[in-house]
Nanobody, 122 residues
Framework: QLQLVESGGNLVQAGGSLTLSCTSLGATLDEYVIAWFRQAPGQEREGVSCINPSSTLTDYANSVQGRFTISRDNAKNTVYLQMNDLKPEDTAVYYC???????????????WGQGTQVTVSS
């Protein structure tokens, strides 16, 4: 059973940067599409970015395009979300999710992590 573990969330000032990491237990990530979602209090979960197993296909939400970069290192069994120029509206719990099928940013992923909190202060 694939278990996802996120890390890297923190409190950061607006304009700052953070890198989130997603790794796994129970199975490796190299055959999975990995996506990052986020959910702010009182809001629906939103797809942020995703990447296919070979890193040849990525997608980004319009709200993070140009500021966030998704990447993966299958040798290290880790997917990263580099977040630059962070804004207060980026504040949310960030989740990584996995699926064999490429769902882009639709909420159809089979496996989910517990989330990591990102807080951006103004």
């Amino acid at each position: 059973q694939l278990q996802l573990v996120e890390s890297g969330g923190n409190l950061v000032q607006a304009g700052g940067s953070l890198t989130l990491s997603c790794t796994s237990l129970g199975a490796t990530l190299d055959e999975y599409v990995i996506a990052w979602f986020r959910q702010a209090p009182g809001q629906e979960r939103e797809g942020v970015s995703c990447i296919n197993p070979s890193s040849t296909l990525t997608d980004y939400a319009n709200s993070v395009q140009g500021r966030f970069t998704i990447s993966r290192d299958n040798a290290k069994n880790t997917v990263y979300l580099q977040m630059n120029d962070l804004k207060p509206e980026d504040t949310a719990v960030y989740y990584c999710a996995a699926s064999i099928i490429y769902h882009s940013l639709r909420d159809y992923y089979n496996y989910w992590g517990q989330g990591t909190q990102v807080t951006v202060s103004s």
